[in-house]
């Protein structure tokens, strides 16, 4: 093989990784939450209906659930504005109570929100949710801060009036982290 051959496989190799590499502009997150008893209490408290759905749609032991998800960041990012980018999000897992595991997915976008000098992921996810007695449509709500890992889940189950709501992990967002939030996608 002459040198020019030599050099332009090299070129072609080069030039096909650089092609890989930039196909490959993805975030992957795995958490393993367990359920948010505060907002489960306070929802009881209240006499929720979405109580009476969640042990419809997950069992008798909705204070006992783990979710385990799977959360891929496509950074496809549409600028709006300096502090607001949309991005694609791909979801998986499954929620595990002591009746079942239930698993979901779906794909859509998220919301990426620079504040105070942080960045969070804020938005819904349409997924499909298979519970104890059919496969319907849901919602994964979502808030979380990439740097410290810092994440709270709700899915959503069901249409209005047949809804179950399931929340996860740590509310870390303050009424202030909300309203800079808010005031930024109203912008």
Excluded: H, W
């Amino acid at each position: 093989m002459n040198k020019n051959k030599i050099i332009l496989l090299i070129l072609i190799g080069v030039i096909f990784a650089s092609v890989m590499v930039g196909f490959n502009n993805k975030e992957t997150y795995e958490f393993k939450l367990d359920i948010n008893n505060q907002v489960l209490d306070f929802l009881e408290k209240d006499s929720n209906p979405i109580i009476e759905k969640n042990e419809k749609k997950f069992g008798k032991k909705v204070n006992e659930p783990n979710l385990k998800l799977d959360l891929e960041i496509v950074n496809d990012e549409t600028e709006v504005f300096d502090s607001f980018s949309i991005v694609g999000a791909i979801v998986n897992g499954n929620i595990k109570t002591l009746e079942g595991t239930f698993p979901f997915n779906g794909e859509g976008d998220l919301n990426l929100i620079s504040f105070d000098n942080r960045e969070i992921y804020y938005g819904s996810v349409e997924i499909t949710i298979k519970n104890k007695s059919v496969e319907e449509y849901g919602m994964l709500s979502i808030r979380l801060d990439p740097e410290t890992n810092e994440v709270d889940v709700t899915i959503t189950s069901g249409v209005i009036g047949d809804t179950a709501m399931l929340p996860f992990g740590a509310l870390f967002l303050t009424n202030e982290d909300l309203d800079a939030i808010d005031a930024i996608i109203r912008n």
